[in-house]
């Protein structure tokens, strides 16, 4: 925080410890506030990412800040961030995210991705921003956006409190999704989202859930793919009443469907649990999903597997 380029501004730090496996008291030692910041801690048992930012978030209404950023233990702000964020934002702008570069990574998000340029290009009216764009986007055109593109990362994002303040992470999507759907609640509520394409933050090397589910065999992976999975379907009923939004929303539920579909398949052919929690958990969300799962995408799934390649362009 000491290297944010604001100085007008009272600045309150909300750490929470949701079990973290490293020290906060260790952390905590290397931690210096900025001159007038205050620093608070809350402890609590593992409830997820979710349930740990709900915590902060839960902290703040009784006394209301003008804005909200947040930021991971393994992410880092350009020092330019919150001062842009607030420029930006302005009067009008109630949802702010930025560029952004993932671990290991040569290039920013919007560097490397042209699919999640052209969806701004799409959604959002573009203006300048001290030489650097910015798009614009309102309304319903936010949501599909949302939909579209994973366009942010949470550590870009700062939020006008007054405006968005009822608005909480759902703590069930315990290891993905998490984010999204609090975009997409957030991005229904604004009066406007602006997405930078300067960059003005940074994911460094830590304990990441999301990231370290990559093996195709690994248990964890096939609960992301159910969290996704369970992103969309919580999302359709939330925008039922947008037919253009629900289109969209059909569409990267089907992906998941045929994702989860392939997983699942792929570890009960070799032996491993058949995770009957997660299938009742489905089916409480879906009647029709485990016959959708199981009889329409068998015969692709192994059809893949087979071939030895199964790609989803996926966030």
Request: charged content about 25%; aromatic content about 10%.
């Amino acid at each position: 925080m000491r290297r944010q380029e604001i100085s007008d501004f009272d600045v309150r730090i909300v750490i929470v410890d949701d079990a973290s496996p490293m020290s906060l008291a260790d952390e905590l030692k290397s931690i210096r506030t900025m001159p007038g910041g205050r620093l608070e801690v809350i402890t609590q048992s593992n409830g997820g990412p979710g349930a740990a930012r709900n915590a902060a978030l839960h902290r703040l209404t009784n006394d209301p800040p003008d804005f909200v950023a947040f930021l991971d233990s393994d992410d880092q702000w350009e020092p330019h961030h919150l001062r842009r964020a607030l420029g930006v934002m302005g009067n009008s702008v109630d949802f702010y995210g930025a560029d952004h570069r993932r671990l290991g990574e040569a290039g920013t998000f919007f560097d490397l991705r042209r699919e999640a340029r052209e969806t701004l290009k799409r959604f959002g009216v573009s203006r300048i921003v001290d030489q650097a764009p910015v798009f614009d986007l309102n309304g319903s055109q936010a949501v599909q956006a949302f939909v579209d593109n994973y366009l942010v990362q949470t550590y870009t994002v700062v939020l006008r409190w007054s405006r968005l303040m009822d608005i909480r992470f759902d703590s069930s999507l315990r290891a993905a999704g998490e984010d999204h759907l609090f975009w997409l609640d957030s991005s229904s509520v604004a009066r406007v989202c602006a997405i930078d394409l300067k960059m003005g933050s940074s994911c460094l090397d830590g304990v990441n859930i999301y990231e370290n589910a990559v093996s195709w065999d690994d248990g964890a992976t096939l609960k992301r793919a159910y969290y996704l999975m369970q992103l969309w379907y919580k999302a359709k009923v939330r925008f039922s009443g947008d037919a253009e939004v629900v289109d969209a929303i059909n569409v990267r539920l089907k992906n998941h469907r045929r994702f989860f579909a392939y997983l699942w398949i792929r570890g009960l052919s070799r032996r491993r649990d058949m995770n009957l929690p997660l299938l009742r958990d489905i089916a409480a969300s879906d009647r029709r999903a485990i016959p959708r799962l199981i009889g329409a995408l068998v015969g692709l799934s192994f059809d893949r597997w087979r071939k030895g390649s199964f790609a989803f362009v996926e966030h």
